[in-house]
C-alpha cells in the first residue's frame, strides 16, 4: 500500500470548500492506503493566535476529522507539534533550501505584499510542510490546487538531498482536486473559498446551521442571464453554485442543467440549500459526539505515538546521511 500524508491548520471553522477539495479524498484514500493525517497547529503560529484559542481550534479540527468519516482504526490522527520531528527535520531541510527558491513562494509573495517587512516563519512555511511530507516516507499528498508549488518545493528538496547524500527520502507526489469541483467565494466567485475572508456570507462552515446555509446560498452571486448553465468563464457564480450541488448530491453538471432547465436562480437556490443542508447534517451530528469525548484525546495520543515511532526511524536515516549525532 502507499504511504499518505496531508494535514490541515487549526485556524477556524473547516469551510465546503476545505472538506471538498481535501478532507473528502482522507475518507476516500485510507480504505487502501496507509493513511497519516496531521492537525498542523505549527504552522498556524506563522501569524499570531491566542493560546487558548488555539488549543480549541485543535480539538475542533480533529473531532471534524472523525465526523467526516477519518477512522482511527484505518488512519493515524495526531496532532504535529507533539511529534518532535517536524521540527527537527524542517532545520535540516532549511539548510538545504535557498532564499530564492523560498521567496519565489506565490503564497508568500501574496501575503507579504505591500509590508516591509514579514515573519520568518511565513517565509519558511513551506520548508516545515516539506518536512511534515517527507518525515514519514510519504507516496501521496491529497491537497488542494494552490498547494502544487508548495509540494514541486519538498520534491525538489527531496531529490536534491538524494543526489547529495544517497537515498534518503520518498519523493512524493500530490493527488490534486480536478479543476471543475474547485469550490469559490460565494460572494466572489473569481476567488478561491477562504476561511480569513471578511465576509461570513462568502464560505459556508461544516458546523454552519440551516440559517446561515441559507442565508449564504441564498445571497451568493450570480449573474443576469438567468439561465441555469455551467460556464465558467462568463457565468463563474452560477457554475460554482453547480459544482457544490453535484459534489454533495452526486449529480453530474450534466444531469443538472437538465434537471433545471427553464427554472429560477431562485428555485435552484433553494433546492440547493436544502441539498447542501442534507449533506452536512450527519458531519454535525458526529462532531457533537466526539468533540468533547475522552475518545478524542485517546485517538489523539494514541496516534502522536505511532506517527513519532516512524518519524524516529526517518530521522536516524537523516542523522546518519547528515553526519549528525555520535552515531550508532
Not at 100 to 123: I, N, V, W
Not at 125 to 134: E, F, G, K, T
Not at 150 to 178: M, Q, S, W
Not at 295 to 323: C, H, P, Q, Y
Request: glycine share 8%.
Amino acid at each position: 500500500m502507499k504511504r499518505v500524508f496531508s494535514g490541515v491548520q487549526p485556524t477556524g471553522n473547516i469551510h465546503i470548500g476545505n472538506y471538498l477539495g481535501a478532507l473528502r479524498q482522507f475518507v476516500e484514500l485510507q480504505n487502501d492506503n496507509e493513511c497519516i493525517y496531521c492537525i498542523v497547529d505549527m504552522h498556524s503560529i506563522t501569524v499570531p493566535q491566542d493560546p487558548k484559542e488555539l488549543r480549541k481550534h485543535t480539538l475542533d479540527v480533529a473531532a471534524l476529522y472523525m465526523a467526516i468519516g477519518v477512522d482511527p482504526s484505518k488512519a493515524i490522527v495526531f496532532v504535529q507539534s507533539d511529534v518532535p520531528g517536524h521540527a527537527e527535520l524542517s532545520w535540516v531541510l532549511t539548510c538545504s533550501s535557498y532564499t530564492g527558491e523560498l521567496s519565489r513562494m506565490t503564497q508568500f509573495k501574496d501575503k507579504s505584499k505591500g509590508k516591509e517587512s514579514a515573519p520568518t516563519g511565513l517565509f519558511s512555511y513551506p520548508i516545515l510542510m516539506a518536512a511534515d511530507i517527507l518525515l514519514y516516507d510519504t507516496d501521496l499528498v491529497p491537497v488542494g490546487n494552490d498547494q502544487k508549488q508548495h509540494i514541486e518545493l519538498c520534491r525538489d528538496l527531496a531529490i536534491r538531498i538524494n543526489n547529495k547524500y544517497g537515498e534518503t527520502f520518498v519523493v512524493p507526489d500530490g493527488r490534486f482536486l480536478k479543476e471543475g469541483a474547485r469550490i469559490m467565494a460565494l460572494d466572489d466567485p473569481t476567488s478561491k473559498m477562504s476561511k480569513s475572508a471578511e465576509n461570513p456570507l462568502s464560505r459556508i462552515s461544516l458546523l454552519d446551521d440551516e440559517s446561515k446555509i441559507k442565508k449564504a446560498i441564498m445571497r451568493s452571486t450570480t449573474d443576469s442571464e438567468g439561465t441555469i448553465r455551467f460556464d465558467v468563464e462568463q457565468k463563474p457564480g452560477i457554475s460554482n453554485l453547480m459544482n457544490i450541488y453535484s459534489s454533495f448530491s452526486g449529480l453530474s453538471i450534466a444531469d443538472i442543467e437538465k434537471k433545471y432547465d427553464g427554472c429560477g436562480y431562485g428555485d435552484f437556490k433553494k433546492d440547493l440549500v436544502q441539498v447542501t443542508f442534507e449533506a452536512l447534517k450527519p458531519i454535525k451530528e458526529r462532531y457533537e459526539e466526539i468533540r468533547n469525548s475522552d475518545e478524542l484525546i485517546r485517538i489523539l495520543k494514541d496516534g502522536a505515538e505511532k506517527a513519532n515511532d516512524i518519524s524516529e526511524k526517518t530521522m536516524a536515516r537523516v542523522k546518519e546521511r547528515f553526519g549528525l549525532g555520535i552515531g550508532k
